[in-house]
């Protein structure tokens, strides 16, 4: 059974510009979390999405937002990308609820 | 809401030998769950054990268990016959939330 993959692998952007993160979760899972983990920070929760409506989303500000696809795929988008945005972000999925989270390898997202 | 604690930010332990990892929680809720989940250099998160604050017995998934001691609040990990590729962070996690604790550092060495 495949398990949650994520793209792209690495994301170079510069500041001011938008980046965009997506992330296939298990198949039959209904639930796709994101997360931030900033170096020397450890990992901060940012959003969860389940049955298509977010449902939960951390101490972010608007500019990080994102969205789940009937397909239960999931983007998450940041736009006017600050150099402090730059992180491993982590995508898990679960069946729902407070179910285990099996998670992605990440991407890993550098603002220039 | 609920306040994950890790207090030990790395951990040592020799090759085959058995370590604990240190996790306290605080919730006002009388139902929670706690996870533990590993992450090696690479970066993924791998889920390594669950506890549930009804679960009658301490969870047990092969070489890891958990010491679960309600009235002190504590969920800690233990790994027995350490293997090199133990080495990683742990971190222990509620339910609530998603709260993470900071993680711990663990290194075997051979």
């Known amino acids: 059974e495949a398990g949650v993959t994520q793209s792209p692998t690495h994301l170079i952007k510069t500041r001011g510009q938008q980046a965009t993160l997506r992330c296939s979760p298990i198949s039959g899972h209904t639930s796709v979390y994101w997360y931030q983990q900033a170096l020397g920070l450890g990992l901060q929760f940012l959003l969860w999405y389940d049955e298509g409506e977010e449902r939960n989303r951390g101490n972010f500000p608007p500019r990080f937002s994102g969205r789940q696809f009937p397909n239960y795929s999931s983007e998450l988008n940041v736009n006017a990308l600050e150099l402090e945005d730059s992180a491993l972000y982590l995508c898990?999925?679960?069946?729902?609820?407070?179910?285990?989270?099996?998670f992605g390898p990440g991407t890993r997202l550098t603002v220039l | 809401a609920q306040k994950i604690t890790q207090t030990q930010p790395g951990m040592f332990v020799q090759e085959k030998e058995a370590v604990t990892l240190d996790c306290t929680y605080d919730t006002s809720d009388p139902s929670y769950g706690l996870f533990w989940y590993k992450q090696p250099s690479s970066g993924e998160m791998i889920f390594l054990i669950y506890q549930g604050s009804y679960d009658q017995q301490n969870a047990t998934e092969g070489r890891y268990s958990l010491n679960f001691q309600k009235a002190r609040k504590s969920a800690n990990l233990v790994i027995s016959a350490s293997q090199l590729g133990d080495s990683a962070m742990y971190f222990c996690?509620?339910?609530?939330?998603?709260?993470f604790g900071k993680g711990t550092l663990l290194t075997v060495n051979p």
């Open positions: 898990a999925s679960s069946l729902g609820g407070v179910d285990t989270q099996y």
């Open positions: 996690v509620g339910n609530y939330k998603l709260t």
